[in-house]
């Protein structure tokens, strides 16, 4: 077990490697540089010149690489050309929000997708299985952008039970209870939008997966010893089939980031997908930068969550 | 065990129906939804590049003022957008764009996946494990974002580089797909055999290994192409898909941002909304359906 885990974390550093070089092409190919949001475009021409040689920006590429590399380990990751802050402090104020939208997003899928999946795949071929197959059908081919249009037009503005944007109520203290309450409030609409459509694909795997154990011959010993029905569907099949959802756990994370932006978008929720389009539309290239190698190890992370969760769960993945 | 029932119900199969498009055609009749979605798909295609041919796109997409959000009426039959135009007609050719590149950058992506997939899967060893490894790489990008990113730095940005962006990190799916199956294809007799004949490995791979492969392409390009219309009018929808100029679906619902329009001005945004639903749903539809086809086990017909 500990050697899969260390020989997956040692592929895992090149990936890595890979990724801050992409990123940084990426950087160098932006039109501007660290500078041109710095100074005064009407200074003289040679003065700019000299303070790009100062800081630097004229050596090879592979200097400036491990310079910035090395900047990025320090966690200084440049100045935001827009809000005239450090980018590592304004990223840490956003990720806060999309930490607390995905946990909510995340716990809303699996409180979904469990009681769905196992109604559906016990009894399956009922009319509740046949209910929720045809949920999964169509939400499986529904965009997440356009679902979540729907849910802001019914329950933002249609019956208008949920504010339609923005992180918190203006004017409340920090740290009160009202301030937590406002914050999940705020959340709640956002986050059932995404886990509504995410949960999908578990729902679909949870009820294959149930009816595939249910033909074992291990639930037929079961039952011949005398199990009763909810034994054996509580303690062996459902043993069975959850644990491999747990691992999608780490794939999931990863279907979060992408979803975030759409959701953040919609819902004008303040977290960093919305940091990133906006940065994106202004041109504050050094926050794009941080924000694409944020995510790309985020989802390096989520795929080597998921690998390690398969191998405790199955062990025929050690082996290979 | 569950080997030998598989391999018993092909060989009835097979016995009875020896054409595979046979239990397609098959299939799909069976499955009601299908062929209902199948249909529906036809008329709609036929509809979109009929119609679309008698309008003009440069009319379509100039701004008048003096109409602006117009409700549905005689001369705009589903009324007119925030610049005066007619939504009508966006979503005719915003339809046609969609679907165009949605097959482009299947078709594209598909060729790239089959190419890379049958090398790493045909000769296995080392240079699977290299390919694998670029291949593993690209797919734990964060693919929307840096899509974007792409989007906005590239300069001379049209509907070409749009697609090549797209295709550009979409391909890794099918590719490992194929590499799977013909890892497996590989060990059968027929391969060795043509090996012992002196075939050359390119001929083996395109004209010997490929055709058997042809169901498992079909329907997972199918299945794709329904993903990618969603990811074109997704990107699209943030404003990161077409050029302006260029109406999409994507663009049609991103109208729907303005909280006025999302409440008030339904024309704008549902018809866009429903169209590009139904449009995934069905091909979706028959793609499942091509897979029951293609899989003996879960056959309805």
Redesign the interface.
Known sequence: MWKFTLRRIVTMIPQVLLLSIIVFILAKMMPGDALSGMVDPNIDPNTIAEKREALGLNDPWYQQYTRWLGGVFQGDLGQSFHFKMDVSELVWQRIVNSFWLSLLTLVLTYLIAIPLGITSGRYNDSWSDRLITGYTYIGFAMPIFIFALVMLWVFGFYLDLFPTGGSVEPGIEPGTFEYIMSKIYHMLLPALSMALITTVSTVQYLRSEIIDTKQKDFILTARAKGASESRVYNRHILRNSLLPIAAFLGYEITGLIGGSIFIENIFGYPGMGQLFLNSILLRDYSVVTALVLLFGILSILGALLSDIILSLVDPRIRIK | MEMNKVELVNDKEVAISPSGWKIVGREIVRDKLALFSLILLTVIIILVYGVSFFLNQEEIVTVDLFSIHEPPSETHILGTDYGGRDVFGQLIIGTRNSLSIGIMVTVMTGVIGIIFGMVAGYFGGTTDNILM?IL??F????????V???V??VPKYGILSFSLIMTAFLWMGIARLIRSKALQEKELDYVQASKTLGTSDLKIMFTQVLPNLSSLIIVTMTLNL?ANI?LE??LS????GFPESTPSLGTL?SY??N?QT??FRWWV?VPA?VL??VL??SI?NVGQALKRATDARQRRG
Do not use: K, T
């Open positions: 490894r593993d790489f797919q734990v990008l964060p693919f929307l974002m840096i974007i990113v792409f906005a730095i329904a969603g009018s997704g929808f943030l404003g990161f619902v729907a941002r909280p999302l409440e945004w909304s590009i639903l995934m749903l979706n």
